[in-house]
């Protein structure tokens, strides 16, 4: 009896000990796996508040231009579909002002409320704009979700040319907007085709600037 109730503590204390060696590693197992989580995220927080600054710097940068420039933070209300920024009427934003980044057109304001306003983007722009491609003037519209540029001789052109505002309508001039993709060229100008592809880099529309006008 004495000899089994040795064996039964024993047996005890081996299973204490089996249970407390498997939780120190599974809390061992676990720290690692936090402090590793925490080094990869302040690692990627860092490397997104150092792109963040980047961007940011480059357009205070722009804003110290003569143009009358707001700085404004974008959300997106669906997937890449309607968009809004931070700042509206009672920040002296209205309807018709662009839209853009460090580097090219993002839209238009189409409806400005108190503190916020609503932006069309250029993919879903519902108007045309004038555009130029070295020296040559057309006009931009969305066709069927396609931004194609009409009345524009392609002979002059070619794939890769850059597209710029035009400056002749009340949106500021040589406005960096996309390059030509693609050219359905026709003996009637008119009839001629130039397809625009833009930068869709969703990610970077957190700051951007609207130009209310130039001096």
């Not at 003569?66 to 309607?82: A, D, Q, S, T, W």
């Not at 993002?106 to 004038?130: D, R």
Request: hydrophobic share 35%; with cysteine.
């Amino acid at each position: 009896m004495k000899r089994t109730n040795i064996i039964n503590i024993i047996l005890l204390i081996v299973l204490i000990i089996c249970l407390y060696y498997s939780n120190y590693e599974t809390n061992k197992n676990l720290k690692k796996i936090e402090e590793n989580f925490i080094k990869n995220y302040n690692t990627l927080n860092n490397k997104n508040l150092a792109y963040e600054n980047e961007k940011l710097t480059a357009i205070l940068d722009i804003k110290k231009t003569n143009l009358k420039i707001g700085v404004v933070r974008g959300y997106f209300i669906n997937p890449y579909e309607e968009f809004i920024i931070n700042k509206g009427l009672n920040h002296d934003i209205q309807n018709g002002c662009i839209v853009m980044n460090e580097t090219r057109l993002i839209g238009f304001v189409t409806n400005a409320h108190s503190n916020y306003s609503n932006v069309e983007l250029l993919e879903n722009m519902n108007k045309k704009i004038s555009v130029k491609i070295n020296g040559n003037y057309g006009i931009l519209e969305n066709v069927n979700k396609k931004l194609i540029i009409t009345g524009m001789n392609g002979k002059n052109l070619k794939i890769g040319d850059s597209v710029y505002t035009s400056g002749l309508t009340n949106i500021l001039g040589d406005v960096y907007i996309g390059k030509i993709s693609k050219i359905n060229e026709n003996d009637d100008t008119f009839r001629t085709k130039i397809y625009l592809e833009i930068e869709k880099n969703y990610d970077e529309y957190k700051y951007l600037m609207v130009v209310k006008k130039w001096l």
